[in-house]
Every structure is written in structure tokens, then in C-alpha cells.
């Protein structure tokens, strides 16, 4: 075979190995830019991947009444569970869960909203933001009790949220652990309706079954909130708060509030 030839190929040949390397690595890479359960990503069996930005567990899929959702120990775990009492060792008082949350109002530049029930819990506060002229809630809130900080609630509020869970989401995973705000710059939808497939009487029905599948003795409170999408509603035991979780408004699944610790009190 001529040299010349000879040598040609054998360039030819280095260059398509090289090229064969290059595109396996960099679709290995692209495959696994995020990591076993990186954000939201679903695996095959529909279950919320192992891990939440921090290695451990994160959302996990839980086998009961219609399919229900639970959250793990470890979301971001910066503004979540574990955060404690304030620095002086108190819980938060209602009125500084109210300011936080009006402060944080204030920073959506959005006229019409207002704060709602007030419940206050050892690892944070939970606030919920209403529609003023509808009366309707529009989104959840936590406030960090050594902070003071309100951010946006898990769950339910970021996943099934259908008119303010989208607009403009801004410093993920900034400062706050999830996000730093929601910083809406364009004015919510107007068409998303109100109407679900689900009534409040059938979600407070799915929300049963879900607690006698997985916490026995515990009772569904009967007037849950309504949001553009789900229902969240608080579960007592013993004749005392113990806990919350949400209903789909399409599907009836239960997610499991496992973030704010012992309850308590709360405040209209």
C-alpha cells in the first residue's frame, strides 16, 4: 500500500476515535448534568428522584390511597425544617410571621393580595396570601424564625400552583436555599379558572384516606383552602393540631406537609 496512503488512514482513523470519545462523554455528561434526582425530575415509576440539592432524601413517592406524595428530611435545607426557634430560643410571634409576609408582599409589586391564617410552628411559620377581591388563596408562604424572612412554600405551592407558581421565578438556589423570591414582574394570568375537578368535600375525603392509610387516629380538618390547583388543609390528633398536607383539585393525591415541625398556635 502506498505510504502516503497508508498514512492517511491512519490519521482518518485516530480522528474518528477521538470524535467517538468526545460525543459518549459529552452525552454521558448532558445525561447526568443534574444528578440523581436534581430538581423535579421524575424516573420511570413516576417517583420524585433520591436526592434534593443536598444527597438526601428528597420527595418520595408513597403507595396510598390514590397515589400521594411525601417530602423527605432534605430540601435544600436551607429555609426548611430544622431551622429551630429564633436566636433567643422563641418561637416566632404571629405578628412577625404577618410583617414578614406582608414585607414580602410588598416586594411583588402586585396590588390585590393579602395575608390569611397565620399558624406558627417550631421549625418555621406558614402564612397564606389570599386574593383580596376573590378571596381565594393565591399562594403559600414560610417565614424563617431566625431570619425572619418569608420565601415561597414547597411543594404543592411551586408543583401544582396553576396562576402564581410561574411567573418570573428568580434566585434559584440563591441565598434563601430554594429561592429568593418569586419577584413577579408581569401581571398573573387572568384565565385560569377557579373550578377544579375536585370539591372541597371530596378533598377533604381523599385527605381522610390518606390519614387512615398512613397516620392512624388522625383527623382531616373540613373547611381546607382553596388555591388555583389544590387544596391545603391541617390534620389534627388527639384534639390538637398536628400537622397540614394538600390535595390535588384534578387527581385527589395527597402531599404530605413535612416541613414545619410541631405546631404551635395560629391566628386568622
Known amino acids: 500500500m502506498n505510504k502516503t496512503l497508508s498514512t492517511i488512514l491512519i490519521v482518518i482513523a485516530v480522528l474518528a476515535l477521538v470524535g467517538g470519545v468526545f460525543f459518549a462523554g459529552s452525552t454521558y455528561a448532558r445525561a447526568n448534568a443534574y444528578g440523581p434526582g436534581m430538581m423535579f425530575g421524575y424516573s420511570n415509576n413516576n417517583a420524585y428522584g433520591p436526592g434534593m440539592m443536598n444527597g438526601n432524601n428528597g420527595y418520595g413517592m408513597m403507595d396510598s390511597g390514590r397515589g400521594s406524595y411525601g417530602m423527605g428530611p432534605g430540601m435544600m435545607g436551607r429555609n426548611g425544617w430544622n431551622n429551630g426557634t429564633s436566636t433567643n430560643g422563641t418561637p416566632l ?55 425572619q424572612v418569608a420565601y415561597p412554600e414547597y411543594g404543592p405551592n411551586m408543583m401544582w400552583n396553576l396562576k402564581y ?9 440563591g441565598g434563601l436555599g430554594m429561592m429568593d423570591g418569586w419577584n413577579y414582574q408581569a401581571t398573573p394570568p387572568a384565565n385560569v379558572s377557579a373550578e377544579m375537578t375536585i370539591t372541597s368535600e371530596q378533598a377533604v ?63 386568622e
Open 93 to 147: 410571634t404571629i405578628d412577625q410571621a404577618k410583617a414578614a409576609a406582608e414585607k414580602y408582599i410588598q416586594t411583588l409589586n402586585i396590588q390585590g393580595f393579602e395575608t390569611g391564617e397565620v399558624m406558627i410552628f417550631d421549625n418555621n411559620a406558614y402564612v397564606i396570601v389570599k386574593e383580596s377581591e376573590s378571596g381565594l388563596g393565591a399562594f403559600e408562604l414560610l417565614v424563617n424564625p431566625v431570619s
Open 205 to 267: 375525603e381523599y385527605a381522610q384516606q390518606y390519614l387512615d392509610t398512613n397516620n392512624a387516629g388522625a383527623i382531616a380538618a373540613t373547611d381546607p383552602m382553596q388555591f388555583y390547583g389544590y387544596y391545603t388543609l391541617d390534620f389534627e390528633k388527639d384534639g390538637k393540631i398536628v400537622g397540614m398536607l394538600s390535595i390535588n383539585g384534578y387527581n385527589g393525591q395527597a402531599f404530605l406537609h413535612t416541613w414545619h415541625g410541631t405546631f404551635i398556635k395560629e391566628a
Open 165 to 173: 407558581s410561574g411567573l418570573n421565578h428568580s434566585g434559584m438556589m
